[in-house]
Structures are given as C-alpha cells and as structure tokens.
T-cell receptor, first 115, second 110 residues
Framework: GESVGLHLPTLSVQEGDNSIINCAYS??????FIWYKQESGKGPQFIID?????DKRQGQRVTVLLNKTVKHLSLQIAATQPGDSAVYFC??????????????FGAGTQVVVTP | DVKVTQSSRYLVKRTGEKVFLECVQD?????MFWYRQDPGLGLRLIYF???????EKGDIPEGYSVSREKKERFSLILESASTNQTSMYLC?????????FGDGTRLSIL
C-alpha cells in the first residue's frame, strides 16, 4: 500500500469539473478493489467496486478504471459537487473468494471542491 | 442498507482503565472487523471475527482483545488503556466482498 506522511495528498477541484483520484495497489494477486469515501466525522462509505476481470465499471457519476499491468486504480467523479469533498481511499483484497474478506487500504486522497 | 452501529461517537478514558467498544450490525453477517485509523497511517486491522466465538488477529492486535458472543455484536476491549491507544476506532461488517463501516468511535486516553 501507499505510505504518506501526516498530510494526505490533496486534490483541489472546481465545482462542475471532473475529478480523477489515483491509487497504486501493492499486490498483483489482488483481484477485488473498492473505493471508499470518508467525510469528516463519519466512517468510510462504499462508493464502487471492481473485480480484476474488468477494466472499467461505472456507477452514478463515478467510474473506476483498473490497469492491472501497472497495478493502478483510478476513480473518476463527473461534475464534482461540494458534497464530494472528502477523503477517498482505495482498498484491495487478495482474492474475492477469501471468506475472511480482509482488505488492505491505501492512505487516501483529500478532495477539496472549490466554488 | 447495511447498518453498522458503534455505541459511542466520543469516549474519554484514563490510562490503565479497561475500555469496551461495542459494534452491532443488523444484517446477520458472519465477518466483522475492528480497525484503528490514525493520520498518515490509514486503516489498520486490529482483529476480525468470522463467526460467533471465532476471532483472528489482524496486523496490530497488541494491547487489544475482542469478544463475539452473538453474531450481531463484536466488541473491542482495551485491557489496560494507554495513551498510544488514543485513536479513531472503526468497526466493519462484510457483505458480498465489500466491508461496510460504522461512523467510528473517537477514543481519547488521558
């Protein structure tokens, strides 16, 4: 997983623009990935997931892209809104069939939406 | 929707106290997890449970224990709280691959 200092990487986005948040995952054997959003004072909230047999998955205003060759995951948010301001982090799991469901989390990116 | 409820949002305890953090889920999930979240370190797994009375150590179990007497409830116990256990504690329940989290307990040990 990623290792960052006390301050998270910050992405500043103007309201209405598209956001792209990146994540480098650590294990080539991981075959299931999740994006979470964490607002201040709240627990992480599931946004979207993708299995390794897919390259792209779309949800409502969000798209996740997976590049297994370089072990890279990205989250795209269309028409970013003030309510999208939060910390976003990715999580990977070694195998979807792992019944214990342990996840490894990235440190996260702070997204700040400006008017 | 999955509901994971942590009994306290904020808790202040003293060094040496025994502290209980409670978590309840309402979807009959088998797998439950306890994490702590610290700035710059992300989420770190303390313990998890895959069935009643079953538990496994995570990455940082030292100073903690857990209890799962009923399927819906997973408790984290700090046997003798220390200041380095001041943190945000998050409970999660697993459903079809992804984990769903409670809103966390911010614990301060004085």
């Amino acid at each position: 997983g990623e290792s960052v200092g006390l301050h998270l990487p910050t992405l500043s986005v103007q309201e209405g623009d598209n956001s792209i948040i990146n994540c480098a995952y650590s294990n080539s054997a991981s075959d299931y990935f999740i994006w979470y959003k964490q607002e201040s004072g709240k627990g992480p909230q599931f946004i979207i997931d993708i299995r390794s047999n897919m390259d792209k998955r779309q949800g409502q205003r969000v798209t996740v892209l997976l590049n297994k060759t370089v072990k890279h995951l990205s989250l795209q948010i269309a028409a970013t809104q003030p309510g999208d301001s939060a910390v976003y982090f990715c999580a990977e799991r070694l195998t979807f069939s792992d019944s214990w469901g342990k996840l490894q989390f990235g440190a996260g990116t702070q997204v700040v939406v400006t008017p | 929707d999955v509901k994971v409820t942590q009994s306290s949002r904020y808790l202040v305890k003293r060094t040496g106290e025994k502290v209980f953090l409670e978590c309840v889920q309402d979807m009959d999930h088998e797998n439950m997890f306890w994490y702590r979240q610290d700035p710059g370190l992300g989420l770190r797994l303390i313990y998890f449970s895959y069935d009643v009375k079953m538990k496994e150590k995570g990455d940082i179990p030292e100073g903690y224990s857990v209890s799962r007497e009923k399927k819906e409830r997973f408790s984290l116990i700090l046997e003798s709280a220390s200041t380095n256990q001041t943190s945000m504690y998050l409970c999660a329940s697993m459903v079809t691959g992804s984990q769903h989290f409670g809103d966390g307990t911010r614990l301060s040990i004085l």
